[in-house]
């Protein structure tokens, strides 16, 4: 039997073989399990046991980078007909094997050879799932964004930055000195806009923070931060937050123009109503107390 999930409003479906992902060790997608609706059209329709060769598809390589959590290498392809992804262990023996993700373009149906030979391994399929639900959602101008959330009095505030300059130390320092204040997700909130007003849902995909909770919250504020010996917060102009945000969306859709093209459109859109902030900080209850008055005031 199919399975769906509903992540920031889109329906992903899974099937057999492996069609549950809770089962096959993605604990994540719990929370944004729904009963299965046959007419329903999701986003994103996987099968995972397709037979898929590289050799079948002549690609242009987009962007190369290292899985490390998982020892692989990606690779982000297009191809005449759409996208291809695929990974392979950094070192191979004779039982290797490249595991690959291929979606056409205009179509929900995403094909891969995951589940070919038995049981996927749980973080190829989690991260491959999060690149061809990128994928998916791209064009319905909507993004995972590498940052950590947290909620207070109804709105959330996106931390951005690299990784290690401190983002979930920051939003820990407002759980800790700040009443009311909630994480909603630690690695991959997903942020669109719903009716006009931007908005920030949390995912299945939270980094090393099993933060998984299905709800979603209006944007008050995004704040790019930085280590610093001080604390000193200002706004940025609107060119200056397009440069702090884009650093955080899914790298690879960079190197393509039709995917990038849909991320500024999204985020010109977000930008137009939400002030984006930098943040030059110590690891202290100070840095956490300016950033919430700055952006929700002295409530």
Known sequence: MS???IIAGFRLRTNEPYADLVENG???FKPFAVDFDA??????????????????YELCLLHEFEFEDAKHDCFFCRYDHGYLFYMQPQNPDENSRKIIFVREFGSSKVVS???EQGAPDPSLLRFGLWVMFGLAINPLHAIAIHSSVIVKDGGAVMFLGESGTGKSTHTRLWRENIDGAKLLNDDSPIIRCVDGVPTVFGSAWSGKTPCYINKSFPIRGIVRLSQAP??????QSTISALGALLPSCPPSFAYDSELQDNICDTLSEVLAKVPVYHL????DAAAAQLSHNTILGNK
């Open 230 to 235: 001080h604390n000193a917060m200002r706004r």
């Open 3 to 5: 399975r769906d999930y």
């Open 280 to 283: 030059e900080c110590l690891p």
């Open 26 to 28: 993605l604990r994540g």
């Open 39 to 56: 007419d329903a059209k999701p986003v994103m329709d996987l099968h995972m046991d397709v037979p898929i060769a590289i050799g079948d």
């Open 113 to 115: 050879n995951i589940a």
